[in-house]
T-cell receptor
Framework: DAGITQSPRHKVTETGTPVTLRCHQT?????MYWYRQDPGHGLRLIHY???????DKGEVSDGYSVSRSKTEDFLLTLESATSSQTSVYFCAISGDSRQPQHFGDGTRLSIL | DQQVKQNSPSLSVQEGRISILNCDYTNSMFDYFLWYKKYPAEGPTFLISISSIKDKNEDGRFTVFLNKSAKHLSLHIVPSQPGDSAVYFC??????????????FGTGTLLAVQP
């Protein structure tokens, strides 16, 4: 299994609070991704990174920011969480853009 | 507007028989397709992929077929086993040779293999 750790695995928080999810990899892969999974939508890309300090938006990036200060860590931040951001969040990694992405086990986030 | 569609939310198959999971896409720029399997409380696991220069790719019990003119791909699992019971996601991307790898996922099909 690809060495991907997501933390926390579960989180419950209130509307309006900031939330940061962490993805840590031990594979030294260049590309890292954040997805959310919702019923009826499959997985949707939020943001991705193609190197340290290099990030770009995905299809559902509004309300989210990311940072990558070192190769192994990719952080996803909800500046002011809303109930519509209740979801399961998955991190993925790949060595280059032509390789399949490998996923972590997800973070279940509930915003009340 | 769903660019990758899996129109069957669920499929039930007897152990030992063939499972066929279908996926349709609308974006003619897609040139790389993947199938992922997902068990509950786990992340998706890569199964098999195919690029648009091929019409078939095989890996053990899993075969993916691509029909570009119909914008359709399918995953065949032969023979099906109870451990194959999971949600299967189809995914597609454009610009295979480019610098990014933005995957567009379908909504998934729940496969149940009955012993």
């Amino acid at each position: 299994d690809a060495g991907i750790t997501q933390s926390p695995r579960h989180k419950v928080t209130e509307t309006g609070t900031p939330v940061t999810l962490r993805c840590h990899q031990t594979e030294n892969h260049r590309y890292m991704y954040w997805y959310r999974q919702d019923p009826g939508h499959g997985l949707r890309l939020i943001h991705y990174s193609y190197g340290v300090k290099d990030t770009d938006k995905g299809e559902v990036s509004d309300g989210y920011s990311v940072s990558r200060s070192k190769t192994e860590d990719f952080l996803l931040t909800l500046e002011s969480a809303t109930s519509s951001q209740t979801s399961v969040y998955f991190c993925a990694i790949s060595g280059d853009s032509r390789q399949p992405q490998h996923f972590g086990d997800g973070t279940r986030l509930s915003i009340l | 507007d769903q660019q990758v569609k899996q129109n069957s939310p669920s499929l039930s198959v007897q152990e030992g028989r063939i499972s066929i999971l279908n996926c349709d896409y609308t974006n003619s720029m897609f040139d790389y397709f993947l199938w992922y399997k997902k068990y509950p409380a786990e992340g998706p696991t890569f199964l098999i992929s195919i690029s648009s220069i091929k019409d078939k790719n095989e890996d053990g019990r899993f075969t993916v077929f691509l029909n570009k003119s119909a914008k359709h791909l399918s995953l065949h699992i032969v023979p099906s086993q109870p451990g194959d019971s999971a949600v299967y996601f189809c995914a597609a991307s454009a610009g295979y040779g480019g610098a990014t790898n933005k995957l567009i996922f379908g909504t998934g099909t729940l496969l149940a293999v009955q012993p």
